[in-house]
């Protein structure tokens, strides 16, 4: 499939309506009866809540989110590289409210699975008929000696944007010109696999305006990573000698008060460190008992993302054990095969054809966007990709097709966040 023919295809999904997903209300369904907890209120959990609730305005669905305020992740390298501030990447929940979800800002501390209930920190118990969670990643402390949650208040990770983001963004701020960056990349399965090289992009693009003489060095035991080809052609046009890749290069050992970053190979002195850790299913997931202890993440049955260890309990977004790239628009995708599954199995119908669709934007430079692009088919219930689709923007592209694909990125943003929040 050509580019151009993927996006056309992107963009017929995109416009689906709730017929198409099997998300469409019926009159007197059984479903409007039914009680639905969806626990995290990210690009997943949001999406969940607000499908369920716009096919079936009767069911009583409730989302259950730590945080009032939601930041983003997907564009927080936009904050860390001076572009943007804290307000481009938060959000409410007030709409979600009006269109009748019941929103409690509270913890989740038990789940149980036989009972089906929700207990939450204020001491309240919930009752579900089915459970959607969207809980996102943990990071395995200790995998790095001398890195644990102490440590990244001086060696920031950044990966869940918040207050690290801001953390983050003031030290390269703060750093003197002629310093050095270093980024230290986790191993796969990850969350946003481009992340840490377009935050490589940015924050030279920052340095490139403010501290000409300084570096980055991206330390990263992987020997290759996502849009590799278009990220090094990116920083050659851009950044020559400003960022250093060493792959294959496993950091072993951190030393906060010092910055200072041991590798298998050699000793890195830095003025700044993002150490971004190995990552596994969120603490959600663990407490639901939806998690394969072997590998950190949840299995699914990939026709309705229901959990394969726990029955009516459906795992969606990062957490997932899934050939998708960990990413927003991937949860956004999964949340509405999970809704229609939810839906199909209340009414008593048959589930709907899956369509998984995940698009990934990167910025080289405010004005220099690439983009991958995946569809994914079910095949004796495993995920795979449709053979031609997708793939990469193409290599020696004229400025301004990378211009536009700069657009597309925000233009992304812009819909699928107002998807989830109104």
Known sequence: MTIANRRDFLRLLGSASLVAWGIAPR???????????????????????????????????????RNKRYVSCPMSNEVVGGEASMDFLTF?????????????????EAIDPQARTVRIKSGKTLNYDSCVLSPGVDFEWGDIEGYDEAAAQIM?????????????AKQIQDMKDGGTFIICAPDDP?????????????????????KPKSKIIILDNKTKFSKEGLFKQGWKQHYEGIITW??????????????????????????????????????????????????????????????????????IGDATESPMPKSGYSANSQAKICVSAILARLR?????????????????????????????????????????SGGVS????????????????????????????G
Not at 31 to 59: F, N, S
Not at 102 to 107: A, C, L, N, P
Not at 358 to 383: M, Q, R, W
């Open 27 to 65: 009159r007197a369904s059984a479903a409007a009866k039914a009680k639905v907890i969806v626990i995290g209120g990210g690009y997943g959990g949001a999406i969940a809540a607000r499908y369920l609730k716009m096919g079936e305005p009767e069911m009583e669905v409730t989302l259950i989110e």
């Open 190 to 210: 990850f969350r946003c696999p481009p992340g840490p090289y377009e935050r490589a992009s940015l924050v030279a693009h920052y340095f490139k305006r403010h």
């Open 246 to 315: 060493h792959g294959g290069d496993a950091v072993k050992r951190v030393e906060p008060k010092t910055r200072k970053v041991f590798t298998e190979a050699q000793t890195y002195q830095g003025d700044v460190v993002n150490v971004i850790p190995n990552q596994l299913a969120g603490k959600i997931a663990h407490l639901a008992g939806v998690v394969d202890k072997s590998t950190g993440w949840c299995p699914v049955d990939f026709a309705t993302f229901e959990s394969r260890l726990q029955k009516n309990i459906y795992v």
């Open 348 to 388: 008593n119908e048959p589930l709907t054809e899956p369509a998984l669709t995940n698009t990934c934007y990167s910025l080289i430079t405010p004005d220099h966007g690439i983009s991958v692009a995946h569809i994914f088919e079910l095949k004796n219930g495993k995920l795979s990709l449709v053979p031609g």
């Open 156 to 168: 920031p990770h950044a990966w869940k944007a918040g207050p690290q983001t801001v953390l983050l």
């Open 92 to 108: 409410g929940y007030d709409k979600l409210e009006r269109q009748g979800i019941k929103v409690i800002f509270d913890t989740v």
């Open 394 to 421: 193409p290599m020696d592209a004229t400025p301004e097709f990378r211009r536009l694909e700069s657009i597309y990125a925000h233009s992304w943003y812009k819909n699928i966040t107002t998807e989830m929040f």
